[in-house]
């Protein structure tokens, strides 16, 4: 492993944004208030999802397989980036990089199927009702979701390890705040094109197919929708739909930005705010958007405000 030898001693330096030293102070809130905000809005979720019956449904228990995706992507991430916008020493071990790497490779990429996965079920829901609990029965949704775990760990064991496999040649200023594959080619002493070409085509599966899949969904969901003659029913699926909608615009919008613009192009300072944004806002807006939207999430957080659910386990 060209990284092994080099740098298992050294770690790395996160340059992160210290060329901006008035901002870390501003950024050290912002990294924690929104870190705050994605533990207490995901564990809220997954806690209604569980003792709440109404929501013991397919929708909400891939809702649940996304909050827990967050709150775990998150923590892989905040705590480092917390010490180092504080701390004068700016690194990162070895392993840490590592870790960090196959982490957050693994649970983005889980994410971006499970969100088409999400689509899938809001699919057969609005344009299939009658046949909704045999299609997206307990079975079919444990293989979905396995399959989402599954394919984000295969993805990761191939761009991480691809990328460990470049020797540094004594770079260890990794100009992030993360250990990130498009930051660490950029310290390769070596044609990165081979790496740069797999990066490109896994990217396509998980970030042009997926959103593909995604809207093609809700093709279909829009027009079942507009032949809904009731009022009520109609709003109650565009607005749960439109929750889904927002997630994945804004989650794949920066995401696309980051992998599948050509490296030559690629602007250092500009991803680094880029990736704050999806690693650190949008955990935070998923358990949002959804609570804000849904008018059985918001019932069920009032009856565990008010101590009921406790009397629905027992």
């Not at 827990?68 to 892989?76: K, Q, V």
């Not at 999400?118 to 979905?144: E, F, G, S």
């Not at 749960?240 to 030559?264: A, E, K, N, R």
Request: glycine share 4%; hydrophobic share 50%.
């Amino acid at each position: 492993m060209g990284w092994a030898n080099e740098s298992s001693l050294m770690g790395f330096i996160l340059l992160g944004f210290s060329d901006h030293p008035h901002l870390e102070a501003v950024l050290f809130v912002f990294v924690l208030a929104f870190y705050l905000l994605t533990l207490v809005g995901n564990i809220t979720i997954i806690i209604i999802s569980y003792l709440d019956p109404p929501l013991h449904t397919p929708m909400y228990f891939f809702l649940s397989n996304l909050s827990i995706l967050d709150l775990c992507f998150t923590t892989s991430l905040a705590p480092q980036t917390l010490v180092n916008l504080r701390g004068p020493e700016k690194t990162i071990t070895f392993g840490g990089c590592v870790a960090q790497l196959y982490i957050s490779l693994a649970l983005g990429s889980t994410e971006c199927i499970l969100l088409a996965v999400m689509a899938l079920d809001r699919y057969v829901a609005v344009c299939k009702p009658l046949h909704y609990t045999v299609i997206m029965n307990p079975q079919v949704c444990q293989w979905l979701a396995s399959l989402s775990w599954l394919s984000g760990l295969a993805n990761s064991l191939i761009h991480a390890t691809f990328t460990l496999q470049l020797p540094l040649c004594g770079n260890h200023r990794l100009d992030h705040f993360i250990c990130e594959v498009p930051a660490l080619l950029k310290l390769a002493c070596v044609d990165t094109t081979v790496n740069e070409l797999v990066l490109f085509v896994v990217s396509i599966l998980f970030l042009v197919m997926s959103p593909a899949l995604i809207l093609i969904s809700y093709g279909f969901i829009a027009h079942a929708v507009l032949r809904i003659k009731s009022a009520e029913a109609r709003h109650k699926a565009f607005s749960t739909c439109s929750s889904h909608l927002t997630v994945v615009v804004v989650f794949y919008g920066t995401v696309i930005y980051m992998y599948l613009q050509p490296s030559d192009s690629y602007s250092q300072e500009q991803g680094k705010f880029i990736s704050l944004f999806y690693t650190m806002v949008t955990p935070t807006l998923n358990p949002i958007v959804y609570t804000l939207r849904n008018k059985d999430v918001k019932e069920a957080l009032k009856k565990l405000l008010s101590g009921k659910l406790g009397a629905l386990r027992t």
